[in-house]
């Protein structure tokens, strides 16, 4: 490890530095893959060799651990990476703060992971810094150069037009031995001021660092890509002990709508309650459950998932209020054995906090799951946290039909969870939900006051692919067995908006029709 290119222990020649046509090179693969977790995939297929890259973003927006992500992934193929930094950070911190991240290896320092700095080279010469950069990439093999606090290392350069000179000069010459230039620059590349810069660079992509509800989200955005079509918008991505993840904007990653009909049903295994609907929800739909807090509607997926476990389908539960100890509990006061399905394989439990809930994430969560272990009931409790978690309200209603296509491709039988905002009163409005737009059934539970006693009342409001009894029933909630349809619902007017009325009589039956 050294502080610069002019103090390497084995120094390039003089004589080489004066090199300035280099053949190109050959036996390279056009694309490498950088290691980030989906990264590739927003870039539309990797990075092609011989590029020019940057990456810019605010103080703590993680470039740095992206440019040594993408390095140590090239070291795992035995691939060289000359590393060079400005005055941002010293080597020693450098590693320092990289060296408890899995993607860390200590080996590699010093072989496949060179480092260096420029400022030195720079101070005296631009051009012969830039020809001691391309002779030790060449004498190394290096696949990857990177230069980590280009801003500082621009201050060296007499402006703007020159930083930009620069980079062109470096990036071409590099081209040339196959070497791929990844620069990564503190600020923002909506800056004017980076425009010569940004305009000789094949790649650009632009970190983000939003506040949210006292938080922040971090996003990536690819503003320019050549030779590839990359995913459009803004990708949340975060950084663990991993390294940095990215997780595509589930509006960008959805398949063509293309899943098989099935006359085939996914029932909830209550006998009353699935007669209601001509024997189970069609196979491949989307179930909205809608109502207030109390009135079972997670004990209700549960049963959905247990009678999925009973038939031998795979179920997800993805959960954002109770964690997943709570919810054990919860089933088993019901007489559902969580534990026995888990053990079985036959189950999941993928709770996150609300507090901690990104929508594009969780989609790409359930997405991991869903492929991998065949899923074919899913339960989202709630759809009304989920929507929650987008970075904007504005997105709502295509974040919500993107979900929706995507599990009707898979097959997937979904039931998801929406509060009513009152426990009863005059209206029972669905206004502006973009949930009940691409959910093809909806099932109400609600109190309703009947004679002074609270009941539980459920029904059957839409299903856009079956018929089904439109008649109210009152439902029970026990211990050992879960939500238990009683019976039909007394004769009432307004028993839906909560606040049964005595009914009326029927006013047709005064006419008189002379027969």
Wanted: charged share 20%; hydrophobic share 45%.
């Amino acid at each position: 490890m050294s502080e610069s290119l002019s103090s390497e222990p084995d120094p390039v020649p003089a004589e080489a530095r004066q090199v300035e046509t280099i053949g190109p090179a050959e036996g390279r693969l056009e694309r490498f893959e950088t290691g980030v977790p989906n990264l590739d995939r927003v870039l539309g297929g990797g990075l092609l060799r011989g590029t020019i890259v940057m990456i810019v973003g605010p103080p703590g927006s993680g470039k740095t651990i992206l440019g040594q992500q993408i390095a140590f992934c090239a070291a795992s193929r035995r691939e060289v990476t000359l590393y060079l930094t400005g005055y941002s950070e010293s080597h020693d911190k450098l590693l320092a703060h990289n060296r408890s991240l899995t993607y860390f290896a200590a080996e590699a320092i010093g072989s496949e992971v060179q480092l260096g700095s420029l400022p030195d080279l720079l101070a005296q010469d631009p051009g012969e810094a830039r020809q001691a950069v391309v002779a030790t990439a060449r004498s190394l093999h290096a696949s990857l150069v990177i230069l980590d606090g280009f801003r500082s290392i621009r201050g060296f350069l007499p402006d703007d037009q020159a930083a930009a000179e620069f980079l062109y000069s470096l990036g071409a010459t590099l081209s040339m031995l196959g070497t791929t230039l990844i620069v990564l620059v503190e600020g923002d590349a909506t800056d004017r001021i980076r425009d010569p810069e940004l305009s000789v660079c094949d790649v650009i992509l632009s970190l983000h660092r939003v506040v949210r509800g006292g938080g922040h989200r971090r996003e990536i955005e690819v503003l320019k890509v050549r030779g590839a079509a990359p995913l459009a918008g803004l990708h949340p991505f975060r950084i663990t002990a991993d390294g940095l993840t990215v997780y595509p904007r589930l509006e960008s990653v959805v398949p063509p709508d293309a899943g098989p009909w099935t006359a085939e049903r996914a029932g909830f295994g209550i006998s009353e309650l699935d007669a209601l609907i001509s024997g189970g929800l069609n196979v491949g739909t989307s179930t909205l459950a809608a109502g207030t807090p109390g009135m079972g509607k997670t004990v209700l997926g549960l049963q959905f998932l247990a009678e999925g476990a009973r038939r031998g389908q795979r179920g997800l539960f993805a959960g954002f209020i109770e964690n997943a100890a709570q919810l054990r509990a919860k089933a088993r006061t019901f007489g559902i054995d969580l534990e026995a399905a888990e053990k079985a394989g036959s189950l999941e439990l993928l709770t996150i906090p609300p507090h901690d809930l990104d929508a594009d994430v969780v989609a790409w969560l359930i997405r991991e799951r869903i492929e991998a272990r065949q899923v074919k009931r899913l339960v989202i409790d709630s759809a009304t946290e989920l929507q929650g978690g987008l970075n904007s309200p504005e997105r709502a209603t295509m974040f919500m039909a993107s979900l929706s296509a995507y599990l009707r491709s898979q097959g997937v039988t979904t039931y998801m969870t929406v509060d009513v905002p009152t426990i009863v009163g005059p209206e029972l409005s669905f206004a502006g939900n973009p949930l009940l737009v691409f959910a093809e059934n909806l099932l109400l539970l609600r109190y309703a006051e009947i004679a002074g006693v609270l009941h539980r009342v459920f029904a059957v409001l839409k299903m856009r692919f079956s018929d089904f009894d439109r008649a109210l029933r009152i439902y029970t909630i026990e211990d050992g067995l879960g939500l238990k349809i009683a019976g039909p619902a007394p004769p009432a007017e307004g028993l839906l908006t909560g606040l049964a009325r005595p009914l009326k009589s029927d006013p047709l039956s005064q006419i008189d029709t002379g027969l």
